[in-house]
Nanobody, 113 residues
Framework: QVQLVESGGGLVQAGGSLRLSCAAS????????MHWYRQAPGKQRKLVAG?????IITYADDVKGRFTISGNIDHMYLQMSALKPDDTAVYYC?????????WGQGTQVTVSS
């Protein structure tokens, strides 16, 4: 089992910044990739960024140049800059482990215009 705990969400004005954190515990050795997803009200959950154990990083097109994923498998971060109202969502930490997938409880990010 793997446990994921997100923190760092909040309310910010458009153009501002926030840093999200995800702490993983449990059978961390089984994790081979970590991701940030987000889900806006009434919309599907979407991938924001990903980080593999061998440091391959990917971003969704709509956050490239504004968001930066960093850290490692047991502590992952998402630095969000130039935030827009469209970035408002619940942000979830996700882990791919051998044969399993884990999710955190989510942290709310609200960007006011």
């Amino acid at each position: 089992q793997v446990q994921l705990v997100e923190s760092g969400g909040g309310l910010v004005q458009a153009g501002g910044s926030l840093r999200l954190s995800c702490a993983a515990s449990g059978h961390i050795a089984t994790i081979y990739a970590m991701h940030w997803y987000r889900q806006a009200p009434g919309k599907q959950r979407k991938l924001v960024a990903g980080l593999t154990r061998d440091n391959i990083i990917t971003y969704a097109d709509d956050v490239k140049g504004r968001f930066t994923i960093s850290g490692n498998i047991d502590h992952m971060y998402l630095q969000m800059s130039a935030l827009k109202p469209d970035d408002t969502a619940v942000y979830y930490c996700n882990a791919f482990a051998t044969g399993l997938e884990y999710w955190g409880q989510g942290t709310q990010v609200t960007v006011s215009s």
